[in-house]
T-cell receptor
Framework: AQSVSQHNHHVILSEAASLELGCNYS??????LFWYVQYPGQHLQLLLK??????LVKGIKGFEAEFIKSKFSFNLRKPSVQWSDTAEYFC?????????FGTGTKLQVIP | DAMVIQNPRYQVTQFGKPVTLSCSQT?????MYWYQQKSSQAPKLLFH???????NEADTPDNFQSRRPNTSFCFLDIRSPGLGDAAMYLC??????????????FGPGTRLLVL
């Protein structure tokens, strides 16, 4: 069965700190991986996605994620976070027309 | 500018009283999804439509039904809401042209409270 797990439920960082949020997946078919973000009071929106090709994927607002097949991981990174990155981050893995979401990581950035 | 619209944003209903949540889209996407999200949990897919083709998840209770009268609109009907159905309900769309790796576009959600 397809599953996605996120290890960190709540992360607190100071501005300018580096960020890495973990995501592991288990899926036997074609791997499509996503990171979605939900800013306070806003709807879920796509941050970045991996479908094929270069395993290092760059998204909006300076975020990137690396697909490591051997580790079944798709961790999200940002070298220097800002207060405006405070949000909830969801990793998701997709099959045909559907995705399975992780439980989310709430990131709080302290000015 | 709104792309996926959900009404109402907050819905209060009584135990056992049928309720309908509404979703509309201006993206002309083929696929529309309904998710249930409870506090601190992952969004859980209930069902989705590819055009008029309805795809129900195996573990979606019979209490949940959906209708898609046209491309733009999709409804979630909860026939007899229980206390356990209180949650945020998210509607999303995708183009449906690729199948794999498609971005989903989400609405703001409807928070359902069951008294």
């Amino acid at each position: 069965a397809q599953s996605v797990s996120q290890h960190n439920h709540h992360v607190i960082l100071s501005e300018a700190a580096s960020l890495e949020l973990g995501c592991n997946y288990s899926y036997g078919g074609t791997v499509n991986l996503f990171w979605y973000v939900q800013y306070p009071g806003q709807h879920l929106q796509l941050l970045l996605k991996y479908f094929s090709g270069d395993p290092l994927v760059k998204g909006i607002k300076g975020f990137e994620a690396e697909f490591i097949k051997s580790k079944f991981s798709f961790n999200l990174r940002k070298p220097s976070v800002q207060w405006s990155d405070t949000a909830e981050y969801f990793c998701a893995g997709g099959g045909y027309q559907k995705v399975t979401f992780g439980t989310g990581t709430k990131l709080q950035v302290i000015p | 500018d709104a792309m996926v619209i959900q009404n109402p944003r907050y819905q209060v209903t009584q135990f056992g009283k049928p309720v309908t949540l509404s979703c509309s889209q201006t993206l002309n996407h083929n696929v529309m999804y309904w998710y249930q999200q409870k506090s601190s949990q992952a969004p859980k897919l209930l069902f989705h439509y590819y055009d008029k083709d309805f795809n129900n998840e195996a573990d979606t209770p019979d209490n949940f039904q959906s209708r898609r009268p046209n491309t733009s609109f999709c409804f979630l009907d909860i026939r007899s809401p229980g206390l356990g159905d209180a949650a945020m309900y998210l509607c999303a769309t995708s183009r449906g042209s690729q199948g794999f790796g498609e971005t989903q576009y989400f609405g703001p959600g409807t928070r359902l409270l069951v008294l």
